[in-house]
């Protein structure tokens, strides 16, 4: 794999949501994007130039999350004033409504066959609904706070829902039971969602970490400290070498998985960041805060490597034999603590071990001691001048954001001129009105 990594580029970002933006997702097409947004409206920004974007208008409170369907025809909602809505996302916006909750309805995910939504709620339940019937099928209770989020896992057999009462929980779609609990986190779990090898799970909690676990045998593989606030939401790469995450510190982590370490931090947000999404193919992800904003990111850091794991994903499974399963670690590490500043090291990992992947499966964990690299022929040794190359790369990434800043603060500028043009001119109607009257007194 190619270690002449690209940084991301902040590419466009968008401003017509009211409120801060709760959640945020790709159409598979890569045409639209959905955004959800505490002013109760869902928008559907069009990725070509000149196309505006459209706003739907019929929850009667705060939108809380959104997903395009796998065909990225229908878009679905879930909000605080209890329901979930389906929306069709062209110009006309229409909508049915899906209704069994009696709270607020925090997440509402498609399975990957888009036949089935799940959704998650202050109710403390988890519901399960089919599309095409809209019909709402069963619950799963056995939450004892609010759930916060419930995901799908790739094949659609499982379901993933993390809560308040500090608890991941693994169900089974088809007996309807709980299988597993995680309870390693010491907050309310925010963000839960499932790996794309469907082997491991992560986690974002308001106790600032970021957890990976493997639903194979329940254990804890990795654990980042690398937030200095909670951390409200995350998304996993399609190769599943890495993840990036939001947080309210107002910046976005990307994680290597495979080596276990802090990629990138990216500042972009003013205030909060609160939802992160990549795109289906990887190749860019979005960003939304509590600044109003939308951003799209090119991921770029991929593009050397992404194909050559696609490959190897493909050889691999093409060589394994059926019924086959990966190496399982007899004993995870200790936690990997990872406390990076505003540009991330590039350098050897902060972590004494290294996390190698294997074939298709989530990130695999055989560790073996890293090694210091030496200075070739007595020149800079190879780390540092890789951190020092990084450390430009994310300057550059904080020029860009300073430039979008700039031109937010142009666009107020001249807004805040036009104000004072037509008060100076309707004082000078004004006065031009009253002189006659005063000269006709006198």
């Known amino acids: 794999m190619s270690c002449a990594l690209d940084d991301p580029t902040l590419e466009r970002h968008f401003k017509g949501h009211r409120d801060t933006i709760t959640s945020i997702d790709f159409n598979c097409n890569m045409k639209q994007i959905a955004t959800g947004s505490m002013d109760s409206c869902v928008m559907i920004w069009n990725l070509k130039p000149q196309m505006r974007a459209y706003r739907f ?161 329940n254990k804890l593989l990795q654990h980042y400290q690398v937030h200095s606030a909670v951390v409200n939401s995350l998304s996993f790469h399609p190769s599943g070498n890495y993840l990036i995450t939001a947080s309210n510190d107002s910046t976005l982590k990307i994680l290597d998985l495979v080596e276990g370490r802090l990629l990138y931090t990216l500042h972009g947000h003013q205030g909060p960041a609160t939802c992160v999404a990549f795109s289906r193919t990887g190749n860019y992800f979005a ?13 770029n850091f991929d593009s050397a490597d992404y194909g050559e794991v696609l490959r190897s994903q493909q050889k691999a499974a093409s060589m394994e034999p059926r019924g086959s399963t990966s190496h399982i670690p007899t004993q995870v590490p200790e936690s990997t603590e990872l406390s990076h500043g505003r540009c991330s090291d ?59 800043l700039e031109q937010r603060l142009t666009l107020t500028e001249n807004r805040l001129k036009d104000c004072i043009d037509n008060q100076r001119e309707i004082s000078f109607r004004l006065r031009c009105s009253t002189d006659p009257e005063s000269t006709a007194s006198h």
């Open 57 to 217: 208008v019929g929850h009667k409170d705060a939108v809380m999350s959104v997903q395009f369907s796998p065909s990225g025809h229908l878009v679905a909602s879930a909000s605080r004033d209890k329901t979930v809505r389906l929306w069709v996302p062209s110009v006309k916006g229409e909508s049915t409504v899906f209704r069994a909750h009696t709270g607020t309805v925090r997440s509402v995910n498609f399975s990957s066959d888009g036949q089935s939504l799940v959704t998650a709620s202050d109710d403390k339940t988890i519901k399960v609904w089919t599309v095409h019937r809209q019909k709402f099928l069963f619950s799963l209770s056995q939450h004892i706070n609010w759930v916060r989020c419930a995901k799908f896992s790739p094949d659609g057999r499982l379901i993933v829902s993390a809560s308040d009462d500090r608890t991941v929980k693994i169900w089974d779609k088809n007996s309807r039971e709980c299988i597993y609990s995680f309870c390693e986190h010491g907050g309310y779990v925010n963000y839960a969602d499932f790996h794309p090898s469907g082997t491991c799970i992560a986690a974002g909690s308001t106790d600032n970490t970021v957890k990976v676990w493997d639903i194979r045998t």
């Open 287 to 299: 960003s939304g805060g509590s600044d109003e904003q939308v951003m799209v990111w090119r991921t």
């Open 346 to 404: 590039r350098g050897p990992s902060t972590s004494q071990h290294s996390h190698t992947s294997q074939g298709s499966t989530a990130p695999s964990f055989s560790y073996q001691e890293q090694p210091q690299r030496s200075a070739p022929d007595g020149g800079v040794p190879a780390a540092l001048a890789s951190t020092l190359e990084h450390i430009v790369g994310q300057l550059d990434i904080l020029t860009q954001t300073v430039s979008v």
